[in-house]
């Protein structure tokens, strides 16, 4: 069952890009990861799902309901993080986290208070009294104590130290593993590929890729370590070249045969070829434009 559902969803700001023919399937059960820089559309994505924008053509559905239509009835049932969360000011954590629990009409004391322990946060501190990381672990506790079925994180851990970034995953990895869909928007691809199952690559707007994350990093390239002499430059389908004292790293998404014919052209001291991690991924689509 798709908890999310996307098909050719357009946002436009005028005559500026928002998002293009976002096409995106989410499965219940999914960790799934949403990956571009600023800029490329994540928020707008999110913010569109979630009826805080309204879309310009396209349809997008969640829990197979309509984001238009069944906004109020979606929202009653999906914890929600933006990348910047702004809360009423001269309040105290626990109020914040009360009325957020009361908008939900539900009493979330007990996981609010589990939620707080283990983030460190003080539930009686104001909030314009707290740091930015804070700030945020209050936004991660009112997403997370009424325990929704979906989670959709906007740049999450930013804000947080090393630390209690891995505490935030530890709790979203015993969400997921309660059966809670997670979709979690990131520019910092480390924690997309730790974490994640499935993933999508946004740039200026449209997707780019979509599949799972092993799948992404089998399918691009390969990564090459060769250390000798050796010239590359007739061969076609190499992407982030470095050479150094005699070492040459490389993405290669070419004809394998063409590859080892090279090489055996080469004088060669070591070679190494393994699977890229996301990062080389994600700039090799970048690179190239999208193109498969």
Same mark, same amino acid.
């Given at each position: 069952m798709d908890?999310?559902k996307?098909?050719?969803? /357009?946002k436009h700001?005028?005559?500026?890009?928002?998002i293009i023919?976002?096409?995106l399937?989410?499965?219940?059960?999914?960790?799934?990861?949403?990956i571009?820089?600023n @800029?490329?559309?994540?928020?707008?994505?999110i913010?569109?799902?979630?009826?805080l924008?309204?879309?310009?053509?396209?349809?997008?559905?969640i829990?197979? *309901?309509?984001?238009?239509?069944?906004? $109020? $009835?979606?929202?009653?049932?999906?914890? !929600?993080?933006?990348?910047? =969360?702004?809360? !009423?000011?001269?309040?105290?954590?626990?109020?914040?986290?009360k009325?957020?629990?009361?908008?939900?009409? *539900?009493d979330?004391? *007990?996981?609010? %208070?589990?939620?707080?322990?283990?983030? %460190?946060?003080?539930? /009686?501190r104001?909030?314009?009294e707290?740091?930015?990381?804070?700030r945020?672990?209050?936004?991660?506790?009112? =997403?997370?104590?009424?325990?929704p079925?979906?989670?959709?994180?906007?740049e999450?851990?930013s804000?947080?130290?090393?630390?209690?970034?891995?505490?935030?995953?530890?709790?979203?990895?015993?969400? /997921? %593993? %309660?059966?809670?869909?997670?979709?979690?928007?990131?520019?910092?691809l480390?924690?997309i590929?730790?974490y994640?199952?499935?993933?999508?690559?946004?740039?200026? @707007?449209?997707?780019?890729?979509?599949?799972?994350? &092993?799948?992404?990093?089998?399918?691009?390239?390969?990564?090459?370590?060769?250390?000798?002499?050796?010239?590359?430059?007739?061969?076609?389908?190499?992407?982030?070249?470095?050479?150094?004292?005699?070492?040459?790293?490389?993405l !290669?998404?070419?004809?394998?045969?063409?590859?080892? *014919?090279?090489?055996?052209?080469?004088?060669?001291?070591?070679?190494?070829?393994? &699977?890229?991690?996301? $990062?080389?991924?994600?700039?090799?689509y !970048?690179?190239?434009?999208? &193109? $498969?």
């Open positions: 908890i999310i996307t098909a050719k969803l /357009n700001y005028g005559k500026s890009r928002g023919d976002v096409d399937a989410v499965e219940k059960g999914d960790f799934f990861g949403f571009g820089p @800029g490329a559309g994540k928020s707008t994505t913010r569109t799902l979630l009826g924008i309204s879309p310009s053509s396209g349809s997008a559905r829990f197979d *309901k309509d984001i238009v239509k069944d906004k $109020e $009835e979606i929202l009653m049932n999906v914890g !929600y993080l933006p990348s910047e =969360a702004i809360f !009423y000011q001269g309040m105290k954590v626990k109020e914040l986290l009325l957020s629990a009361d908008l939900h009409k *539900k979330c004391t *007990k996981e609010s %208070q589990r939620l707080c322990a283990l983030l %460190q946060l003080d539930e /009686n104001k909030i314009d707290l740091s930015f990381g804070n945020k672990k209050v936004g991660i506790v009112a =997403a997370l104590q009424h325990e079925e979906l989670l959709i994180l906007d999450p851990t804000g947080l130290d090393p630390l209690m970034q891995k505490v935030f995953f530890d709790i979203l990895k015993e969400k /997921n %593993q %309660q059966g809670v869909t997670i979709f979690i928007s990131s520019h910092i480390s924690e590929e730790h994640c199952n499935k993933a999508a690559i946004i740039k200026e @707007g449209r997707i780019i890729a979509l599949d799972s994350v &092993e799948t992404l990093c089998k399918k691009s390239a390969k990564h090459l370590v060769v250390n000798g002499e050796i010239d590359l430059s007739k061969l076609n389908g190499i992407k982030g070249f470095k050479a150094d004292n005699g070492i040459s790293t490389f !290669y998404n070419g004809e394998i045969e063409e590859l080892l *014919k090279v090489l055996a052209k080469g004088k060669i001291k070591d070679l190494t070829i393994s &699977e890229p991690d996301l $990062e080389e991924v994600f700039m090799h !970048y690179e190239k434009d999208g &193109e $498969e």
